[in-house]
């Protein structure tokens, strides 16, 4: 017998297990169902950073109440997730960096945002006293930080299970049919439920989730490398990024090194894995020596890197799926979607309860990024 | 310029170097890069130089045997760099690596890996102490510095290992207190189905027979059929407990405690690059696919000796040249005709050089509690986790092996799994009831070395100023 869900959530990372959470939390009878397990791929292996710096204006606004969220998360999933906001800082190296950030944070400032703001070179070194003297300044977030992201995913997977979700781990959705009420799920191993809504969470698959309701949505992969260190002594509390170069930066509870910021290594989205470059990593080996000339002697321990879906507009796709009613969409977080994971699930929530939400998710419709739109809106 | 070479290879052992001396006779470019200052591996550790001396002469004939091949090696014409570590290979094959701080890439048609075996890690309570090492290390003291333990040494485990180290020990001057033997009851037994290969081999046996008889002579005490032991000690190993099966539980001082539960393949290097692996019921241990010329499943890349399953060293120089065999033939420098011809003696060598090693397995198979730790046991040596923490995080799903180095951080650490890896497999099993094939192993990720930010800096050559 087919098993009746109110929600099926596809993908058991971070934003499907938020949106399955959220849901329960709202009494919905919510299944996630996961292809490999929870947290596989980009949830496994995120840096972590809790990060309102340098966002998008097109989700800027929703990334400043996810971090509110974050000031009370245990409040929402019983442990605050080794979250600790000691800042977020992106460095100047030069006087044309400089002027760049200056220029965003009092664009900021213009319309009204002050969670930005330059520090000089003396708050820069009190901040960061090993820091490398030849940089000139930067801007800073006070209250963005870095989590653990093992630690979320324990927290979320055993708050939405508590919350009622039912988690089915190692088991792939081959198919999504239309019926009456809903959609009809098959999975792996002939298994089959029934759904009055869809969440695909599906990450760097979530592309080929959305064909399967008729949504052609172009997605690129990404996949960024990270690198951890040995552990050494506390030496550095705020997250660090470079203007004009690929770092981030951050020591972690464990006191390891966690390097990582975009360094793309080699994606295979069939056979779900990929390949470090280890030529590329050295550019961010090279940013954090410039950066730390005391860590050159650090040893690295593990490089790995993690899958997940990008978009032309680096912006991820939250909301309705434009062609199949009741299937809504939350992926292609181009590399920044950890932060998003508390009120991206809530918004998902909203959708699927209530029709509607005031969180502001205009400019993550799935339609600006769809050929058969696009011509729509031209014409 | 990155350097490029038609053949690279890991490791100077006897695969190795066996290899080198035919991929150069056939007129193949070969670099071959290890981490020990010279050639020989862990069989042949230091022969050059140990050889000619007394210690030579105490570590006995077959030690002796590799300067011949050094010898050789070293005329062949490859190019040599000893003390260098890879740490990193990617397809199109660039092979990353170390020497004294500096890194640089090498790109290679093809690839040999004849990194060899480590020694299988037994984790027992107490293993971590200081005083207790493996017997593979102790040799490798006595070859490398000459050194004896000025203390009696204790020895528990099974296998020719513990064997050929304590007779060496004993011509050296050393003392051993006692040798705990763990294999079960019945080896001889477990033997029998293979009297065949025992006459066949009888030259073999006689070597081991004649280590137990000097063992004898030197009033060396055996206890058989320990089936579990603990070391205690504050700071350092100060007493050895054992319990032998139907016999009670004794405790005796203790200085030094060598261990020794046989070898598995070095696979961290062909798990990194994704090659296909088989799970070995007869070794307990994963080991790679191999073709005939012991080719991975990866074209181009090629392992010899112990890394593509235990055989010990004569196989390996046999295995080293069949693969030097079969990557001349993919390079072209030898029709197919050619190769089969010159394989053929060297195929009959082999299946005679591998021919006990079912009765060796069926003999020493590891003692069981090595798979199933009691929970006070540390298993994850870096990061400090017990099989009990082990156990517990197992109950949440049915994760594999990936799953609780993310649950606890098992694995993570700068040994990459080396020492827990088969230990977190074997306990997902039991815990799971499913066979341990199946719960599967870490996935490797680089560096397969420890590496300084400041040398992966060093490659990053637009940056260089």
Redesign the interface.
Known sequence: MTQAYDVVVIGGGLHGLSAALHLARRSARVLVVEKHWVGRHASGATAAGVRTLNRDRGELDLSLEALDMWHALASLVGDDCGFHPNGQICVAENAGALSKLEARVNGLRADGYTHEEMIGPAELRRLLPELSHHCLGASYTRRDGAADPHRALRAFRSSAVDAGVTLVEHCGVNALKKTGQGWLVSADGGREWSAGAIVNAAGAWSGRVAAMVGDDIPLATKSSMMMVSERLRPFIKPVVAIMGRSLSFKQSDQGTLVIGGGLQGIPDLDRETSTARMQVLAKGARSATDLFPSVRDIRIVRVWAGLEAKTDDMLPVVGPSPNAPGVFHAFGFSGHGFELVPVVGATLADLILTGKTSRPIQALDARRLMPAFAKEKSS | MMREVDVLIVGAGPAGMSAAIRLRAAGLSVLVVDEQPAPGGQIWRAVETVAPTTTGKLLGDEYRAGQHLAAAFRASGADYEPQTQVW?I??GW?V?KSCAGQAE?IRADQVLLATGAQERPAPFPGWTLPGVLTVGAAQILLKTSQQVPADPVWVVGSGPLPLLYMAQLVRAGGRVAGWLDTSPAGGWRRAMPYLGDVLQRFGEIRKGLGWLRELKQAGVKRIRNVQSFRALGDGKLKTLEYTVNGGGTRQVPAKVLLVHEGVVPSIHMTRAL?CAHHWSDQQACLVPDVDEWGQTSLRGVYIAGDGAGIAGANAACTRGELAAIGIALQAGKLTAQRAVEQALPLREQLAGQQRLRPMLDAMYPPRASIFAPSDDTIVCRCEELTAGDIRRAAAL????PN?IK??T?AG???C?GRQCGYTIAHILAAEQQRPVAQVGFYRI???LK?????E?????L??EK
């Open positions: 990193q990617e397809p660039h990353y890439v994704d799903g049915q994760p594999g799953q993310s649950f951080r993570m650490g700068p990459q990720r680089p560096p420890p590496l300084t930010l400041g992966l800096a060093s490659l990053d637009d940056g």
